[in-house]
Nanobody, 114 residues
Framework: QVQLVESGGGVVEAGGSLKLSCEASIRDFSSKTMAWYRQAPGKQRERVAS???????NYADSVKGRFTASRDNVKNTLYLQMNSLKPEDTAVYYC????????WGQGTQVTVSS
């Protein structure tokens, strides 16, 4: 059964840091490109980072230099280290495959206060 469980969100002041985790029950996790997405109120879901099977990463311009995505293929877990957080980073954060998606998890709320 496919399952994605995100955790690590919270409320933080601007300039602060959070580290998100995603436990993924996905067949062949270690061979799949995984990604982090976020959805702010009233906005479409957007991809913020991806991590290929071998660890190569790509980032949206809005988070480049501040966020770092990584993975542990033994633990089937995806991570997102978020530094220098800004109020515009406030959103629900999700993980999923790059494409095609599997069933979405519940996400984890990140709120950055100014």
């Amino acid at each position: 059964q496919v399952q994605l469980v995100e955790s690590g969100g919270g409320v933080v002041e601007a300039g602060g840091s959070l580290k998100l985790s995603c436990e993924a029950s996905i067949r062949d996790f270690s061979s799949k490109t995984m990604a982090w997405y976020r959805q702010a109120p009233g906005k479409q879901r957007e991809r913020v980072a991806s991590v290929a099977a071998g660890g190569t990463t790509n980032y949206a311009d809005s988070v480049k230099g501040r966020f770092t995505a990584s993975r542990d293929n033994v633990k089937n877990t995806l991570y997102l280290q978020m530094n220098s957080l800004k109020p515009e980073d406030t959103a629900v954060y999700y993980c999923n495959r790059l494409y095609p998606y599997v069933a979405w998890g519940q996400g984890t709320q990140v709120t950055v206060s100014s």
